[in-house]
């Protein structure tokens, strides 16, 4: 039964992802109008931007730009981000994290000071530096954030590591001669997925989030390409004069985050043998 | 313990220098220069280069470096470029302020995080359950400029339970620090519980049970304890992520802490604050990871300091 | 030319005015930045001053003052009796030490350079001299000041926030910590600062001029964002929003008849523009830099912020002197833009970079001057970086075009001439120089010096000079100006005084000394 | 003896404390309701000790569990009744069944190192079982911890209530949980294999003081546990368990004199008995010199604590000097209690710690080997871990498991290699169709089979055996070790078996040595060891071996100190050495003064 409703619920997850990859890819067709064009009748005389309905499903933004088109293409921009920055960031997470649990020994203890440095780095100050010093494009804006977000994940993966290789069938493992890589990559990682599960998922609105914040500070992707971050963070203080233009990306960003998770979730049951959807 | 402190302190101090490094040397590849907003937009030339050379700028980096080194185990952090004050004096009288946010938003954090996380997992499974990991996506996925307005909006404006920003009592606190917080509860909801879900598997409350203690001791006696070790070593990770949220906290809110500065700092490159915050930001950080491996065997007598 | 009070001003009270921006410094040497202008201002007195809520100049700490003839040597006598807050008598050796003090290049100060004309200023600047030798004591009440060339604006750099007088022994007290404890002449001393929270002005009851200020004291709480600020002015606690209102705000106050009421609109002497990079290609192409001009419709981006601002045709604001009135400037039209393009063989268009400062409405408006060039076949990507970046981008001459907005030239002082020297002549098309689009036309240079050399600043002989510059200017086309912004300030329901006293040109977002409460 | 049982079991005279009837207990898993338990029935007077025994899975948890009210989720009493005092338990409301938990009825788990709340001391968790039934104050509450305390003579009472669990031995903590249980003088206690995770030696103290105890409060005992040895020493009356339902219920007399069905029979034939083994005699393999594995003054320590440098001021001496062969085709035991260093030989053997002095294998020395030397030792030394679940990782199927050392040493193609475990599989007793299955998919007999196939798969000379049996029933023990000596018989493989349980050693070693503190007291054949132990540890532990025949009981032996002599030492200090002396034949034993 409830295993049923988990199905059903990662199958939302999957449509809700498909859907946003969809409208990422087809964009250029399906978008009413082009994501940049300031429209004239976008704005009232006044400069307010237009509410959901009629012409604009979603309404319009401060500069007369249809919302929709926006966020078909800001989908685009946020899943670069929220997928593969993150994915970038969780996979450096987890190597660092990884090879210093079970390496130990000095190239562990190096890479666990190093962690500990850049945990103690203000982040959204690296990012900056980094950003100011290469021109912001997407994709470096992406390495970015990978380069500051990694550094949580690696902690917790060390420390999930570190109490792995204590466990017995690591150690059995060893006694049939296994050299560590093997170890390594058929046993423990495995072994992480759940962990990763969690950790990639919130990962997603934080990243996409912080690539916002970079926009906002003038080192993220350059206007006018649209991202859900900044539709957000352009629009901050209009959240009650123009609630659409904050409301909408950022549902679209929580459905994402949802919708990732539900499939995480499905996919630790699916890859977990032991798990028999009793928790 | 004593043994460990001091090898703990000395790492801290090796850390902190290699933060002191990168954060020198990225700010001095960074492409603005400090002495074009000092001397103003009427400078000369002549002028400029005086300024430079009276602040040293035009040293080679490792000097420079030396320099700002030396002068920071003495405790001086230089003067400010724009403002021409210590550094030191601005950060002191914005520090007490941050750092009372921080432990405000940690609390509530904490507060909020791991009820839910508890509530989740006594009743896991559930739609309530299911309805509060949905709340702890938006926690996280929530912009800290809007929820701070709204909840502005909402409690100071219409309500008028709480003073509408500022800084001084208790109740001007509430505000802001539940904002910081609402991002790291939807952490810490989801890792309290997973943490719970795993202690309440576990034998000893099932000893606990056979005691004839209620449900709510059980929970709060016996499994709340042992689920909270492996959150505690993660506050300390969290003083690094509130670092940023607190420019947007302080400046919704007028709170006079440090984020604002190196806000400014920042926008116009007044290299000694952005030093001297990133300084107190990465002690703050340093301090909070070592505060929680110091508790930790506190809480866990099991765990003995090495 | 003196003010008339206003009969209806009752003495007492406290205001409270905020700011999001904490107050970097109250030294009158170093303060540069638009909130602690107006607050310098009130606590420091210059030998000259402006008519409350106008541009006209009149006498400060100068009772009168003298010009020679050939507008070199100006003699100021000083007021009998002013006293510093510390309670000494201000004496013609301030003056002179205060003149001293901002040139010297060991205070640092971004103002120095206004000084350039006052005789031994370069001494000064080298470091070969620690007293300028243009400046004279010749007894107590009296300072003569010598120029090495004849300097129009004279007098409106003796009213800038830089040319304060300071007493000696309390900035040898604080040092370099004089910009927070400052003493000055002023209206208001400071009473209480606590960094990043609020500094308290008291009255000065000793002020040198009579019945004012009116107000006991003005409170000002920084840090505070703009819509915070406007939502504690609606429960009546703020009286002024320092940083206006803010633009997510605006369309709410300005439909509510009873907020609207409280807004005071004004002019300022501000101009919003865009630099186009004379020495980069293509835009050393005057059709170029012509077609970007008719392409930019000004009319659309006043819009965009809601209306706010007037477009403009030309460098200079109309409210300043030597605005060159009835010119059209470069009509918008696409299709005359296209020609423009094809006359310089670029009718494919081209790709470019546009600068702009990162805090909004700035991205905003370059997007809307993107989307215009786009319509001619220019590509334009946009570069949205902090203030110091931008204006590094600018001076190192690597930015193509940039939008001034953020950044922008609101006038020092009420002058034809502070629009041009260092943003569009030779002196600042140097390299790291502000004048962000390399313009250099050494024989308009000579025309603004020729305009300067005259002694009397509102001559319609040097008005026209100066109109002329900026006409000669525009025929180069090395600026697109595209508003001229308005002031908006808001007040509570209390707030009393002429409405010029709120859109003061030189103090905002109100001259303090003038304004008062009617509770 | 027997005076006492009639006493304390008078045939349907007084009312019975506990009587459950047709009781049914079910699990609701997807919707299907599956009975865990079915239709038990049976009597329990005050002051008897009832014996649930069974095999593992055969639902005696479950039933106490029931009666406790303590039952998971998804799991409930489905039909019959069980009575206390008349009043029927699994019908209680849930608030007034929590009053009578830990009051009329208690309970004590089998897994003492995690039974106890580890971040709490053990004072507030005694006060706080009691405060929880009776208003007393803290301090008064205190005093009675105290007081139950000093009843299960732990020393020291007063430092324990300071101390935390892990600070504890696993005796003790069993202690402090029976003092906890016993604290409010409960009309019914219910131990749930409460010896099982103990040494022999400390089994056979916290069986006394449960039998002391008993006599002194009058409480009544269900004892659940499926060592036959401890029900015999301990019971009034038995219930025989399997699948979920009652096969047998007799006085413990009757049943081991004469069970009545053929499960009970097979189960008492399965438990081993100490003097079985010399009835399996098979002949020494002779001490040729070359040995499979030789330790030559072996040493392991482990360096703990710190000082200001982070240099270890404490070193655990894990193995202490320790020597002998293993000869092929021979198992030689390694026995002791918890502690004294028998996993660290093991490890030490596999190279899974580093250790000083000389380890041979086939010849050739562990230490200072290269990469391609270990992994080529490791083909000749396997190992079977103690607990099969934990040794095997869950994430893979049990066919790629065992597949695994031939895909690490590069052994045969894919086909070659599933033909092989197939074979494996059937070998160890296993369908062949299995094999795609995950760990959690067997039972605990069926995982150590397939530990044990996968250390076969590469054919070794010797396989360390480290408790492979104890987590395992008796009939299931059983027919491992079967496997084991068929195994040995047909590839003449050598074994190093390590266990504590000294009635399975003696069934299936040809030599063994008696560790004590990280080093061997006493060591020579079986029959030198068993038939004339010469140490007075080895006594010590032959002694305390529960003996599965209820007409033998023992008679509660005089205290001991419980505190084990630590063999961590501070650095630089030196650990007392013994000194072996040959006393004829091979047969070693430690000086003792
Ligand atoms: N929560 C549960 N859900 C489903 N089945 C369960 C649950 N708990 C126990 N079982 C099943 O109930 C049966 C009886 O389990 P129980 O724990 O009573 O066995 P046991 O006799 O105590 O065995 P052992 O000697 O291993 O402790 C087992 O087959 C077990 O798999
Ligand atoms: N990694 C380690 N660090 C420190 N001490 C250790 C370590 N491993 C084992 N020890 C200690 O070495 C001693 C011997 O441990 P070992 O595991 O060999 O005992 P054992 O005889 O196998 O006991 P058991 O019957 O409980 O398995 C114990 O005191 C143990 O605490
Ligand atoms: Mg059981
Ligand atoms: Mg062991």
New interface residues.
Partial sequence: MRRLLRRKLALFGCAIIVLVVGGAVLAPWIAPYPP???L?EG?T????PLPPGGDFLMGTD??GRDLLSRMLYGAQTSLIIGVVANGVALVIGTLVGVLAGFMRGWIGAVLMRFTDLMMAFPALLLA?CLA?IF?PSLWIVAMVIALVNWVQTARVVYTETTALSEREFIAAEKTLGASRSRILFRHILPHLVPTLIVWGTLGISVTVLLEATL?????GV???TPSWGNIIF?NQ?????APWLVFIPGAAILLLALAFNLVGDALRDVLDPTQRGND | MAGYLFRRLVQSALILLGVSFITFVLLYVL????V?????????????E??RT?LGLDQPLLVQYGRYLAGLVQGDMG??Y?????VS??IA??LP?SLLLMVGGIACELVIGLTLGVVAAVWRGRPLDQGLMVTSFVAVSAPQFVVG?LL??VF??QLGWFP????GTAAHLVLPAVTLGIMGSGWYSRMMRSSMIDVLRQDYIRTARAKGLTRSRVLMRHALPNAILPIIAMIGIDIGIFMGGIVVV????????IG??AW?A????DIPIIMGVTMVSAAAIVLGNLLADIITPLVDPRIRLR | QEYTPDPNAKPGGMITV?Y???V??L?PA?G?DWQNWSMIKSLFDGLMDYVPGTTELRPGLASAYEINENGTVFTFTLREGVTFHNGRVMTAEDVKYSLDRVTN??T???????F?SIAGYDEM???TATSLSGVEVIDPQTVKITLSRPDATFLHVMALNFASVVPKEAVEEYG??F??HPVGTGAFKLGEW????RLVFEKNADYWRDGVPYLDGVTF?????P??AL??L??G?VDVPGDGI????F??VMGDPEQAARVVEGGQLHTGYITLNVAMEPLDKLPVREAINMAINKE?IT?????RAVPATQPLPPSMPGYTEGYEGYAFGVEAAKAKLEEAGLSDGFSTELYV??T??N??I???I??DLKAIGVDV?????????V???G?AGQAPMIWSGGMAWIADFPDPSNFY???LGC??A?????NWSKFCDESIDDMATKADSMTDPSDPERLKMWSDVYMKVMEEAPWVPVFNEQRYTMKSARMGGDDALYVDPVSIPVNYDYVYVTE | MTALHSAAAPEGAAEPLLRVRDLTVSVRDRGVVRPLVAGLSFDLHGGETLAIAGESGSGKSITSLALMGLLPNNVSVTSGQALLDGIDLPSLPEARMRAWRGARLAMIFQEPMTSLNPVQNIGDQLTEAIRAHEPVSRRDAAAQALVALRKVRIPEPERRMRQYPHELSGGMRQRVMIAMALALRPALLIADEPTTALDVTVQREVLDLLRELQTETGTAIILITHDMGVVAETADRVVVMRQGRMVESAPVETLFATPSQDYTRALLAAVPRLGAGAARAKPLPPATPAPVARLMDVQVHFDIGANFLGQATHRVHAVEGVSFDIRPGETFGLVGESGCGKSTIAKALAGLVPHEGRVEVDGKALAGLTVQGRRAICRDIQMVFQDPMAALDPRMTVGVAVAEPMVIHGIGTAEERHARVADLFQRVGLNPEQMSRYPHEFSGGQRQRICIARALSLRPKLIICDESVSALDVSVQAQVLDLLAELQRETGVSYLFISHDMAVVENVVDRLGVMYMGQIVEMGTRDQVFGNPRHSYTTRLLDAVPIPDPTRRMPPRPERDLDLPSPIRPIGEASRRVRMRNIGEEHFVAEED
């Avoid at chain 1, 203080?237 to 004069?241: G, N, V």
């Avoid at chain 3, 819009?303 to 209306?307: K, R």
């Avoid at chain 3, 990507?381 to 970046?389: C, T």
């Avoid at chain 3, 140097?430 to 502000?434: H, K, L, T």
């Fill in positions: 940049d064009e300031q004239f704005l005389l006044l400069g307010e401060l500069l900056i100011a021109q926009s906002y500070l003038g080192v350059q206007p006018p352009e203080t209009y959240f009650q004069a | 492409p603005a220069d400090p074009r907003q000092i001397a103003g937009r009427s400078a000369t030339a002549q002028t400029v005086n300024i009276q003067r400010s724009l403002q021409k004050t210590e004096t601005l009288a914005r302020a307005l502005l909006y100071a404006v509408i920003g500022g800084y302080e400046s919704v809110f007028g709170w006079p802490g604002q500065l400014q920042i926008q116009r490159v | 905020t999001k921006d904490d970097a410094t030294d170093i540069y290049p060991e640092q100060s971004p103002g120095a350079g206004f350039a600047a080298s470091g370099t910590d910009g927070k606590s960094i990043g929270q709480e920084v840090g505070q964002e819509i915070v939502l504690r609606q429960q606690e803010p633009p997510a705000k369309q709410e659309r819009q965009i912020i809601n209306g400062m990162n909004d409405p991205p905003r370059a997007q809307a993107q989307q990507d946009i570069r949205s970086l902090a203030q110091a970046n204006i590094e981008a001076g020297g260092p943003i002196a600042g140097g390299e790291g120089g502000w």
